[in-house]
């Protein structure tokens, strides 16, 4: 690929919603890790680190205004195969980014400062509720995906090499899908029942990032 490709594909991305959102999700999670590194050794420095992971934070936040209407036009249509799992997937995914609102206008000083907390709270609670099931049901579509796979390899070879292709194919994206959500997951955790190995730095630090490169992969235009 050459250098004038992978400008073409990085315009693409960036000019995507969810591009920017990973772009300054990576920028979050690296100054996180950043002031860990140095707040002992370099103060001075880890606190620019932390004002940056704040500015950064509070940014994605603003991008995803009205995110939360995703969630609620998928409540809208049936829920086709998967039923309550989808029912209740979307649902969290909604709570998630609606009360994520409220956090944000809280932490900019829009609303007051106590408000932050509990609409945090709910937030990750719904997005946490959410990330369950959608774990699950990806789960499920990657083991239909694997018996699929092997009957078509029995059955036809190299006349099905194009379908199972696709099937791996949609495998690669249902892994990371799954990645970014566990990730996702444990960063939940640590806002609903803080914990010593969820709210450690180094782990949210390195969940921060498997979640944005996951989903960089994934929106990343083929």
Same mark, same amino acid.
């Given at each position: ?37 140095a707040e002992s050794s370099n103060p001075g ?14 940014? +994605? ?17 049936? =829920? ?36 932050? +907390? ?75 029942? =803080?914990? =010593? ?23 990343? =235009?083929?």
């Open positions: 690929m050459s250098a004038g490709d992978t400008l073409d594909k990085l315009v693409v991305f960036l000019a995507k919603r969810d591009g920017i959102d990973k772009l300054v999700k990576t920028f979050q999670y690296v100054s996180k890790l950043a002031h860990w590194a420095f880890a606190g620019r680190a932390k004002n940056w992971e704040t500015s950064a934070g509070l940014s +994605r936040k603003a991008f995803r205004t009205g995110r939360f209407l995703t969630g609620l036009n998928a409540l809208r249509r049936a =829920p086709g195969e998967f039923g309550a799992l989808a029912v209740l997937a979307n649902a969290g995914e909604m709570v998630y980014f609606f009360f994520d609102h409220f956090t944000w206008l809280s932490r900019a000083g829009v609303l007051d400062a106590w408000l932050a +907390r509990r609409m945090s709270f709910i937030s990750a609670f719904g997005e946490s509720v959410g990330y369950v099931f959608f774990i699950a049901m990806d789960l499920i579509m990657i083991r239909r995906g694997l018996r699929q796979e092997r009957k078509l390899l029995r059955d036809g070879g190299k006349d099905n090499e194009k379908e199972v292709k696709k099937i791996r194919m949609d495998r690669v994206m249902r892994l990371m899908a799954t990645a970014a959500n566990v990730a996702d997951l444990i960063i939940g955790i640590a806002d609903i029942e =803080p914990n =010593p190995f969820c709210n450690h730095a180094v782990t949210l630090g390195i969940s921060g990032l498997v979640s944005a490169w996951a989903g960089w992969y994934r929106n990343w =235009p083929s």
